[in-house]
């Protein structure tokens, strides 16, 4: 099994992680509300390994779960004794560095609230829930209109400090890339953008994450951040020199652990023809070339997945589709209340406060 590098498990949490509270009604006790919390991460179930390895890494606490279709596999800790024990620790240690941190420690201090069971307090649920409302920027979570709890008051979190002018560590950069980075090469086309094959490494985030993308880009030395139209960003590196030189080096030493791998197996090949054939148009390429560039291409991302139940499937860069539907909508903004997402076996409530 791959031992994972503490480094790389902050980076795959930072892009695919949530940390979860869940405040639902629950008639057998005398509040009528019940609280949990969850860490949890969620992937396409070729990485399944991954899974295993985190729990591994975790002490072997918590469960790996699967969808009930087995598209998904998840690993998820549930105990407040062993998230205060072995989660927190952990993160304490490697902190996150994306936006999600304040999340974090919204969560931790959920946590330690739970782990003495002061939620169980007036005082104490209180407490929990100016956290949970910090995150639900309407307070659409349905417990907020309940007469009780309509007026509380989000806690602040520009209270909390998040250590900028960090040097990310590698394997975090490879954590990251693991779960939200890409590798892909584009064929040419006449009356598309690209007149010959392009190749571009890129990562793709929200807005919010721009100065981790712009650290990222720093760390390795090579690529730019775009700013998109629709509240995201994107650190791109498309020079076949610094993607020979500097990209694809980087991932042979600090490794992506999940299934992209092969992906970036593919994509270092096509660069070896592309950076030989630099600077000729696209009539010089041989014959030769041009196929294993082809091969390459059906070898990868969506291409990767091809059987035909998967084919619908959105997103194959490794992370699951519901998860990325989650991001998507918290991005936005979008409550998600009491939804069930088809196929996805996931009964997707207002527990998911603490966006991913
Ligand atoms: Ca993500």
Redesign the pocket.
């Known amino acids: 099994m791959t031992k994972l590098n503490p480094w790389w498990v902050t980076g795959y949490t930072d892009?695919?992680g949530c940390f979860l509270l869940n405040i639902f009604k629950n008639k057998n006790v005398a509040r009528g509300y019940s609280a949990k919390l969850i860490y949890q991460i969620t992937a396409h179930h070729s990485d399944h390994d991954i899974m295993h390895a985190l729990k591994a890494f975790f002490n072997n606490v918590g469960h790996i779960e699967y969808t009930s279709d087995n598209k998904y596999v998840s690993y998820r800790v549930y105990s407040n004794k062993d998230i205060v024990q072995t989660i927190l620790p952990h993160f304490e240690s490697y902190p996150l560095h994306s936006a999600k941190y304040i999340y974090f420690v919204l969560w931790s201090k959920s946590a330690h609230l739970m782990f003495e069971k002061l939620h169980l307090t007036d005082r104490g649920f209180i407490e929990l829930l100016t956290y949970k409302a910090s995150f639900t920027k309407k307070l659409d979570a349905e417990i907020f209109n309940n007469k009780f709890y309509s007026d509380i008051v989000p806690f602040n979190v520009n209270n909390i400090l998040k250590n900028s002018n960090v040097t990310l560590d590698p394997n975090y950069i490879a954590g990251f890339t693991g779960?939200?980075g890409s590798f892909s090469i584009t064929k040419p086309s006449l009356v598309g953008r690209w007149p010959n094959y392009d190749a571009n490494f890129r990562i793709h985030q929200n807005i919010r994450d721009k100065e981790l993308l712009k650290s990222m880009r720093d760390q390795l030395g090579c690529g730019k951040v775009h700013i998109l139209k629709d509240g995201m960003c994107n650190l791109s590196v498309r020079n076949k020199c610094e993607l020979t030189d500097i990209i694809i080096p980087f991932f042979d030493k600090y490794q992506l652990n999940v299934q992209k791998k092969l992906d970036f197996l593919q994509f270092k090949k096509a660069l070896l023809i592309l950076r030989k054939n630099l600077g000729k148009g696209l009539s010089n390429l041989s014959l030769e070339d041009r196929q294993i560039l082809d091969l390459c291409i059906s070898k990868m991302n969506r291409n990767r997945y091809s059987c035909k139940n998967e084919k619908k499937r959105d997103y194959a860069d490794g992370?699951a589709f519901w998860l990325q539907i989650l991001?998507m909508r918290f991005d936005s903004s979008i409550s998600l209340k009491n939804k069930r997402y088809k196929g996805h076996g996931i009964y997707m409530n207002e527990v998911y406060i603490f966006r991913?």
Do not use: C, G, M, R
């Open positions: 892009a695919e779960a939200d992370s991001n991913a």
